[in-house]
């Protein structure tokens, strides 16, 4: 049965008061969305002007000009609406739920008559829609635009922007499609598959459910229909010299033939959770076991240890498996969203932490290195080593930048994590009739429903730089259900108390599955080992290849040059070291930063003129290596930086 | 004094008969001329017409039609005439004079009134000539025409192509210099300052100087000439993305301030030999000076083992000090070649074996490395690093070829190194009334006119894979001279016997100065220790620390899949291993492999699953590896291949 069997708690029903996640949710709320919004609306001096309201004004006619922008400007905001819905959901904010309300009467006053709602062709000439699906992004667009609807109906039982995507849903649906007269397309840019479902289980209407596995399906299909349109467009193709082709769509084959993840990252893993949607929907065995390949092709190949994926530049992609370098990397922000995205619905259907565990990896750095601890600058590219000089002078590393940049022309990443992060309580805490699954150890108040009666769980824990975790239940009456908690894949050793009693309970899945009759004041304390862990990657990752890397728990660190010099290839780590951990609360707003015995290789030994010489065996000064947090680099001075240590 | 103290011995008086270069000599003579020759008269069918000829005869008005290739293609013809010419000097060959004169012939009836002699301009309209010196090469064309010119009135005697030649020098010189009314603008690639110089010792008119002379002066002046042209003709910048911009040509600044090798690899060191042939026919210290602080930010910091340079694909260039990867590599036959220019040039003033030292790395591996053992295909990247299937799948390096190619479009690096191997006499011996300089040990016979007399030296050596060299004096009378025996950098132990007698000698500027009255008979034996010797790259090298490359002499070796299986990277050799040398003589032509013990990364502990897990000291299997030397990688199957290898 491929149903999922868990669902996201109602963010109202997460009350976070973390001290590490308390920081996120405020830069969220303070930083992010206000920021956003004057953004959209143009409003922010030192950045390239964002057109993207100005866009939907000319659209609705309320104003005179020509779009401007990137194809899909028009989904910055649904992005912002999305993150704007989730925080009402657990902070009530009428101003912002004004300026909400204000997007939503613009982007309204922008639908056609039919339903249609894309200002790009609005504006250019609405004779020319859907005439480019692969490169045009109007489908991801409105996929986007149901993600927003979707959030802010459910934050506020408000239908107007429900209605709109709803409305334009059924003008694609009229135009595209198995029926002969309609186009037999699908979105070059996924995303619109899982916004579908999302739709279809508020609505109910199969059309909804049919156009998303429509979608799915006729991907990749016989004649091509991107080499189609193509074709009748006189257009050429851009990544003709590409190895990928039409694959960076994900578009060359069925999905169901797919055994690589191939292509654009971003447009991979949105895919891909659009596919475990409808295989969820259909019981589709098939389909399932695509993702579930798709997902090892990720996961154990061509998957960063920062959870970052998409290695190559050039077309934000995955390239080969175990390829993996370091300091070319790509590992776009959105694409570890998008892996969070595609991991949670598997865990739904499977119960199984495996992916939770990638969840995991993925929040805890490749995600929240995207944006600066001030909130105010973004990272598209997540490098897992950086020479400064080599971003300015090497060309193939132009976008590897070593310092976080204020907003970017194509500027998904920033609102993408601003919807990541503000739904971060769905993805801690699962649930259904009689199960919690507790997935990510955040401190907070959550309140359920199980069992016949109300509870308030109350979380205390230091996670990530500590491993206790202390869980209090209040209920008003003693009732039957299971919390199920993850013993993440990093912990190699961990006791469980119940009301301070050690339980012997072996996990299922990667849980641990706590089944019982629960009554007010139990106490549930898990306790897991998170010692200093060094990490080897398989060596057929040739970039590290007699190199560890160091991580606490969930948590990827690496070595900066502001810490531990430059010329950072110079150093090694003696693997036998003890490892000293200390929370320094004034360094970058508190972190647990390791200290470990290395080496660094003599350069005295070097003469100006010598470029290589006869070997000998290389003199090493002992060095203290001083490791930070991998998300945190970056926000001091601009230097080196590195996840990846050579080792004695 | 700058003055050249030593010229290369007419190439006729070098007879080579040596087991290593024999070869290059026969592939030279027997495949690269005569093939090439096929090619530029379009007369092979497999690959893309050159259209050389044919451009010549189209301006000519001997046919009709277009300009077609590259808009430097005419120095494609220039350049094979050249390699011909070296060719006649020392292998007399009737039919293949009657081919460079039916060439000439040709080449000559496309001269205008004027004396102009660019097809492009001619075919295209006259009316622009002039007016694109920074990318459109008809001063590199017409570099390359007298370098062919000369080569050809020293191999033969016939002035016609000289006459052509310096008409189109006379017509440069009436439209570009310092004059008011006439450009004052420069070659966007050097290559003409270091062919007028050699036009200028044959013609001894000032005017040759002068303009060579013009050429290095004004680049780099402000107003920036490029930039007034740019704008005068209203193009856009091909490398305004880039760090180097104007830097490109090495015209943003004055030569001499410039400080570090930047741009186009092969326009640089073709500058720098310009620029040392000005300064010494000019007595410019200023001038010398930047060559040799350009000469020592190449070798000091910007070279590869392998004598190759130019790190980046983007721009064929530099990048910046100690930035040598492996795999992304650019390293152009042409700009090895290129290097031994200026290096010979340097060698001349000063006299100093350091400048010979890199062209005989850059000879023995970066250059010839080009170049299949069948000479029939080619390379133009020469990778120290290479996984076939990231070529492929890698678009950063796609330029990196697994396999030498048949031909280019931009067919620069066969002729060229046509025109070098065909002219290596000259390389290995230079002269002046008093002296005989040894600078590259190959056997043969070398006729001289030393202190009154003349003698034929007998060389025998089995060089590079033995550094014995017996040198026998044939010489009617007894006449007093010197003979300067090159004891190159690898050498670190070495003895020299007069007529079986060890002598006593200390080397002067890296030369063994042996000055005596010679008499028939006298045999010198130089032997070198020529021990396998494991090389360390500078610390500051990132992507060669903690490896080794292995050398013997001046070879330097490669691991490569089809000995060592693949994953190379899972390979460590132990640095006190015992290496053990053995002539293969049916293994690629016959090269002497070395075997050493090592260690691989035992794959077994890594399940399929597993991406990243806890460190543990890495399980070593014993494995024997085997390296071949550098240039003749590639020759066998497709597979990866590793200079630099991790030691334990």
Redesign the interface.
């Known amino acids: 049965m491929l149903n999922k069997k868990l669902e996201m708690l109602p963010l109202k029903n997460v009350k976070i008061n973390d001290p590490f996640w308390n920081h996120y949710m405020d830069l969220v709320l303070n930083q992010s969305i206000p920021y956003q919004w004057e953004v959209l609306n143009d409003r922010v001096e030192d950045i390239e002007p964002s057109h993207c309201l100005q866009n939907f004004k000319i659209a609705a006619g309320m104003q005179e000009g020509k779009f401007e922008g990137m194809v899909f400007q028009d989904s910055d905001i649904y992005k912002w609406i999305e993150a704007a819905a989730y925080t009402l959901e657990w902070h009530p904010d009428k101003e912002l739920e004004r300026k909400v309300d204000e997007a939503v009467d613009i982007i309204s006053a922008a639908q056609q008559p039919d339903g249609y709602l894309d200002t790009y062709y609005i504006i250019n000439g609405l004779d020319k829609r859907f005439t480019c699906l692969m490169d045009n992004h109007e489908l991801y667009c409105l996929g986007h635009m149901i993600e927003g609807a979707v959030a802010y109906y459910n934050a506020t039982g408000k239908s107007k922007f429900l209605d709109t995507a709803i409305r334009c849903v059924n003008c694609v649906s009229e135009n595209i499609g198995p029926e002969e007269g309609k186009k037999h397309g699908y979105p070059g840019h996924e995303i619109i598959e899982m916004a579908l479902i999302r739709l279809y289980k508020i609505t109910g209407d199969k059309k909804h459910l049919a156009l998303a596995k429509y979608f799915i399906d006729q991907r990749g299909q016989e004649p091509l229909y991107f080499l189609q349109e193509m074709k009748s467009n006189g257009n050429s193709f851009y990544w003709k ?3 990928f082709q039409l694959m960076y769509y994900q578009a060359g084959m069925p999905v169901r033939e797919q055994k690589d993840a191939v292509g654009h990252a971003v447009r991979a893993v949105y895919l891909y959770s659009g596919m475990a949607d409808v295989a969820s929907e259909t019981e589709d065995k098939e389909l399932f076991d695509a993702c579930e390949r798709l997902w ?1 092709s990720i ?3 061509n ?1 960063y ?1 920062t959870g970052g994926i998409g290695s ?4 934000e992609a995955f ?2 498996d175990y ?1 993996l370098p370091n300091d ?1 990397v790509y590992a776009e922000t959105c694409a570890s969203i998008g892996l969070i995205f595609f991991c949670r619905r598997m865990f739904e259907i499977t119960k199984e932490s495996r992916y939770i565990d990638i969840c995991e990896q993925a929040f805890y750095n490749g995600t929240i290195s995207g944006v600066s601890l001030d909130g105010k600058r973004f990272f598209y590219v997540n490098p897992l080593e950086v ?1 400064p ?2 971003c ?5 590393k ?1 976008e590897v930048k070593p310092t976080r940049q204020k907003w970017f022309a194509c500027a998904c990443c920033p609102p993408n994590l601003a919807r990541l992060l503000a739904s971060i309580g769905g993805y801690a805490y699962e649930e259904n009739e009689s199960e919690l699954y507790i997935n990510l150890y955040i401190s907070g108040d959550v309140n359920t429903s199980l069992g016949g009666t109300d509870e308030t769980f109350h979380v205390e824990t230091r996670y990530p730089w500590n491993g206790d975790v202390r869980i209090r239940i209040k209920q008003p009456q003693k009732a039957a259900y299971s919390i199920a908690l993850r013993i993440p894949n990093w912990c ?1 050793s961990y006791s469980i108390r119940i009301n301070g009693e050690i339980t012997d309970c072996d996990p299922e899945k990667g849980y641990l599955m706590l089944t019982r009759e629960f009554e007010d004041g139990d106490t549930i304390e898990l306790s897991m080992d998170m010692p200093i ?10 970039e590290d ?2 190199k ?2 160091i991580t606490k728990g969930p948590v990827v660190y690496c070595l900066e040059q502001e810490d531990n010099g430059a ?1 950072l ?2 150093l090694l780590i003696d ?1 036998d070291s003890k490892f000293v951990e200390a929370f320094e609360p004034d360094l970058l707003d508190g972190v647990m930063t390791v200290s470990a015995d290395g080496y660094r ?1 003599a ?1 005295k030994e ?1 003469k ?11 003199a090493l000064i002992p060095q203290k290596l001083k490791f930070i947090p991998y998300y945190a680099w970056a926000n001091r001075s601009i230097g080196e930086m590195s996840v990846w240590v ?2 004695l």
């Open positions: 010299k590409s190895n090892e996961v154990y190949r998957l240890i190559s530049e050039y077309g390239t080969f390829d070319t020479d000089e080599a300015e002078k090497d060309y193939h132009r190699e862990r060094l990490v080897n990657a398989n060596p057929f990752v040739r290849v007699g560890v890397a010329q290839q110079e693997p290789i350069e070097w100006k003129s010598d470029l290589y010489k006869s070997y000998q065996k290389p050579r080792h």
